[in-house]
Structures are given as structure tokens and as C-alpha cells.
């Protein structure tokens, strides 16, 4: 049996955020597993109506056991302040977490393997956390939820995921790598923002 069909079956049996995460804790499948601390699965708030899908894990947050804690987190949460949200505010959270719940080796790119296996989890935790809005940032997360990468092309532009509008936007560690890219990224911020005012 390959193993995209155990983890579909694994994933479809977590009954609970808790369930779901002793699953992945015990799936012994994924070779990233092996080499990272701790496994990843999300920060925030469970229930909130915008769930935050980023790529994966990188050394700090392989250390924490958190996602976004390093300084793409510290830039994600700023720019999520600017439009009144946070992981931690109570009256506007927002749930978050990866494609892939380990830290690749030295931060190599997901290979499509990783993305194809972990995705049933990734769809199984959206159908859990049910958010009216799901935010997809890069092209790992747009590879593993669209079938399709081009973030330049597809950021922006309002799509569907599990029957939930969905935003493509830039990742946060593009963004540190290119600055000009953050007036693309704020007209995105902005889309959100209309999007759950008028939701
Ligand atoms: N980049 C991601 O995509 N996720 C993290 O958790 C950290 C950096």
C-alpha cells in the first residue's frame, strides 16, 4: 500500500486537534521526521475564523516545537497586526500552521513526496480547525493546496480550498528577501481585511 493512502487514512481517523497531532506524532513514514527536534503543528487559536498555512519548520521553530517563531514569524505577526489581527488576540486570533510539521534538513525545499504525503493531514487539520478563510503563503503550501506554484501570479487572487476561500499571498521569508514585494503583500493584507469585515 503506498503510503499517500495510510497517511488519508491515518489523517481521516483524528477525530480531534489532539488526535490528529498524536497521529502525526506516530507516523513513521516521513524521513523528515528522523531528522528534526520536535514536531511543528500550530500556534494560535483553534476556531479562529483565518487559518494561516506556511511552508515549514525552520531552526527555531524546529526548536520551539512552534511555527513562525523566528524572524518570518516576527515579520507574519507584524503584518498581521496592521490589519488588527494576532495569534494571541482574543478578540481577532488566527490559527497557524505548516505543510509539513518537520524541520527539512538544512532547510531544503519540501519535495513534492513530503507535500504529497503530509496533505492529508494538512486537509484533515483545515477540515478540524474549519476557518471561514484560509491564507496560503508561498508556493509550498499553493504546490500542496492548488496542485500549482507561480506565488507571483496566483498571490492575491481569491481561489477555493476544501470549499473555503483561500488567499495566495507572499511568504513573510520573500518578503525579508525582497522588500518591494511588501506593496503586493499589504494590497493582500487589505483583501483579507475586506474579505472578514464584509464575511
Ligand atoms: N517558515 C514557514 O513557512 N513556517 C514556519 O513555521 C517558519 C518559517
Redo the contacts with the bound molecule.
Keep these: 500500500e503506498d503510503v499517500v493512502a495510510i497517511a488519508e487514512r491515518a489523517a481521516k481517523a483524528a477525530e480531534s486537534f489532539n488526535e490528529l497531532r498524536t497521529t502525526l506524532a506516530a507516523f513513521e513514514h516521513c524521513d523528515l521526521k528522523k531528522g528534526a527536534r520536535n514536531l511543528?503543528f500550530s500556534d494560535g487559536i483553534a476556531g479562529a475564523r483565518v487559518m494561516l498555512i506556511?511552508?515549514?519548520?525552520?531552526r527555531e521553530?524546529d526548536v520551539a516545537g512552534k511555527?513562525?517563531v523566528?524572524r518570518?514569524?516576527q515579520l507574519l505577526d507584524k503584518m498581521l497586526e496592521a490589519i488588527q489581527l494576532g495569534r494571541d488576540r482574543e478578540e481577532a486570533p488566527v490559527y497557524i500552521t505548516?505543510v509539513l510539521p518537520w524541520r527539512p534538513p538544512q532547510n531544503r525545499d519540501p519535495k513534492p513526496e513530503d507535500l504529497a504525503m503530509m496533505k492529508p493531514f494538512l486537509m484533515r487539520h483545515i477540515e478540524l480547525a474549519a476557518p471561514e478563510v484560509i491564507v496560503i503563503?508561498?508556493n509550498s503550501p499553493c504546490q500542496a493546496l492548488l496542485g500549482k506554484r507561480g506565488i507571483t501570479r496566483l498571490r492575491g487572487q481569491w481561489t477555493q480550498v476544501a470549499g473555503r476561500p483561500a488567499l495566495p499571498m507572499f511568504?513573510p521569508?520573500q518578503l525579508l528577501k525582497s522588500p518591494a514585494l511588501k506593496r503586493e503583500a499589504w494590497a493582500d493584507l487589505l483583501s483579507l481585511k475586506a474579505r472578514l469585515r464584509d464575511g
Excluded: Q
Design positions: 511543528v506556511g511552508e515549514s519548520p525552520d521553530e511555527p513562525f523566528g518570518t514569524g505548516n503563503l508561498g511568504h521569508s
